[in-house]
């Protein structure tokens, strides 16, 4: 690892810690000058102490929907992204489902859960993977088929100059165009997965799981281990987030080049 890469990397990364440190600062303060009652805002302390004594607890809630959102997310993307190809093979496809996908993506989760909880009940995972999934399907969906059709015409002329098949125009044209569209919806509905999921959960199921623990210390007005919750989750979706960014610096490294050297000669 070379001083130019460890200077970009520190350069993307001391602007968010800092704005980070200085946020949780501004909120401690705030709490004590304005002594803001703990129901309504507890200190970030009191949620730190609150993470350390029920660690066991969160830990394991977020274990479980931690699964739940993972595995939705691989259906999701899966589905996505098989639809999207099928698609790029059959143009009826492409404007009979682009328009329903986009339709669909504007319901709200809160109207899926319950009809997703009445279909495969409420005692397991499936519902609210399902749910998770339909939420991921959608962006994958759109943003890969755009990847896969938005080619440019003289790309797609010069491969049939050399006798390239739809295949091999597949491989390797659209595939390569589709990829920078298909990092840019995994980074929105990797976290967006843990949202899905904690939704899913206010509504029913095990009671083991990040969303049951909220909405159960919420409702014993014990909102600092609500809160710890949340950060619990927040953090389970970061990783998620960065792991889409690692997902996409290896599908996509032409595009890590091109921004090493844009940051480079800054």
Wanted: charged content about 15%; proline content about 5%.
């Amino acid at each position: 690892m070379n001083l130019a890469t460890l200077k970009s990397r520190a350069l993307v990364l001391w602007p968010p810690l800092a704005i980070g440190v200085g946020i949780l600062a501004l909120w401690e303060g705030a709490v004590v000058l304005f002594k803001i009652q703990q129901f309504l805002l507890p200190k970030p302390s009191s949620i730190w102490a609150e993470l350390l004594e029920n660690w066991e607890v969160l830990r394991h809630a977020s274990w479980e929907t931690g699964k739940i959102s993972l595995g939705g997310l691989a259906i999701g993307i899966v589905a996505g992204v098989t639809f999207a190809f099928f698609t790029t093979l059959f143009r009826f496809l492409n404007e009979g489902l682009t328009p329903l996908a986009v339709a669909v993506n504007a319901t709200p989760i809160v109207a899926l859960a319950p009809i997703f909880n009445a279909w495969f009940g409420v005692t397991g995972s499936v519902s609210n993977q399902l749910v998770v999934a339909t939420v991921v399907f959608f962006p994958v969906f759109i943003n890969t088929a755009k990847g896969l059709t938005e080619v440019h015409v003289n790309e797609i002329e010069l491969m049939r100059s050399y006798a390239a098949g739809d295949w091999t125009i597949l491989r390797e044209v659209r595939i390569p165009n589709a990829l920078p569209f298909f990092a840019n919806a995994l980074r929105v509905v990797a976290p967006l997965a843990v949202i899905a999921a904690i939704v899913a959960e206010y509504f029913g199921g095990p009671q083991d799981r990040v969303g049951y623990v909220i909405t159960w210390n919420a409702g014993l007005a014990r909102y600092d281990v609500a809160w710890a919750a949340i950060a619990v989750a927040s953090a389970f979706g970061l990783s998620l987030f960065i792991g889409a960014l690692l997902i996409e610096r290896v599908s996509t490294p032409w595009k890590s080049a091109v921004q090493l050297e844009e940051t480079t000669k800054k």
